[in-house]
């Protein structure tokens, strides 16, 4: 192996991971992290759920005590922020002035949530959710809230929309699409969706288009508290409470700077590498190509992506070679008492086959009769079972499922 320093920028799920991975594989050369956010790096799922319903300390959040890094000799550079990459000179300049010398880069940069540029988004009371000082600011003010508005019904919007309900907020849900997590699951799932939140209270504006914010007196200065999200239609939605959840844009910037491709996110090979052979880039802000799903290549925000792609990154960095196979991409989703999990992908023009209810759900998706992605409430089995089976190849096909073939645990048995 030639590599001896190998720097990763970004000390979240993915570059975490991959520090750990080398280290496991028994790659011998220095690894640096860094990472722009204070203190060890940290779980970012529990922040929509358990820690934003609970009373946990931040600490609770940490993927590995601060032993864990002096055992590995991985040295954590935070927080600390990377500025510029200089290709010519394999150096990475820092905010601090220092300059680090690398063999092998990593970009794991993660993605920044969008905002809402609108008339009196700088009013208090209006929170996005990303990091652990976020989900502690909107843990404090949930406290003290009595109503929400969630912009955006995806993920982290109705993970805290069922938070607040559960709180005994008034809770109401607003959306420009017409229908809950319209990017990720299908019209059938989404109504299941819509229908347990609806059962704790929440109420949905699909279709909304938002145009400001206002405060108890109808101004918008900023420092004043938020009262009401207002609506083109001249109606406003009151709420002393409002979580922004958007959806998220790469961060690309650095990679663009120095030359690199980006095109929502850093553009990577089937190797994780991007166009100069010492940088590669996993996790959120890598765009690459797939095998799943309807398009050629694609850029996945999840905790099953940073973690597969910075295992095999560990493999091909250590062996040259990784495991064959596109891993099967999976999400989950903990709502209330709702379990939302998916295996696969799936696309617009998918044909469906749904069985059970509300809360014990399942809507598997076909293209061109073949199973390509399951969406379950609850079935926990059944998600299971269908990333074996999606990921094998191995069924049910669309007649059979049309036929009553549901059964996937049984499905798996007898393949
Ligand atoms: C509230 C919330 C809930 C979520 N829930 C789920 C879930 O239930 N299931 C699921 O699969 N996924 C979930 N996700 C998504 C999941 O957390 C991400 O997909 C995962 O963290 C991606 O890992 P990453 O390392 O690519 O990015 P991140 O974990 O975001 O890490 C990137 C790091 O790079 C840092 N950085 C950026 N620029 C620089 C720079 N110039 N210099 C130094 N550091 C820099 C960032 O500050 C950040 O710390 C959730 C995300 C959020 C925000």
Redesign the pocket.
Known sequence: MTLNRLVI?????????LAAAMRQAGYGGSVTL????PGL?Y???P???AYLGGTDHEETLHFRPARFFEENRITLLAP????RIDREAFKVELASGRSLPYDNLVL??????RSLAIPGSELTGIFS???APD?AGLRAALAGARSAAVIGAG??GL?FAATAAARGLAVTVLDAAPRAMSRVVSPETAAAIQRCHESLGTRFVFNAQITGFKARDGTASPGDRVNAVRLADDTAVQADLVLVGIG?AP?GE?AEACGLEVSNGIVVDNGYRTRDPAISA????AHGPTTHGHARSHR???????NDSARRLAQILTTGACDAGDPIPW????QGKMKLQIAGLGGPNDATVTTGSNADHMTMRFRGGRLICVETINRAGDHMAARRLIASGIGPSLAEAQAGACDLKAALKAA
């Open positions: 920028l970004g000390a979240g799920h993915a570059g975490f991971a860094v990472g722009d956010e790096p779980n970012r799922p922040l929509s759920k600390e922020r990377a500025l794991a940069l993660g993605a920044r949530n959710l990303r990091s989900a993920f982290v993970e998220a961060n650095l996993i996790g959120d802000c996945l925000e999840s905790v099953q992506n940073a999400f989950w989703s903990d």
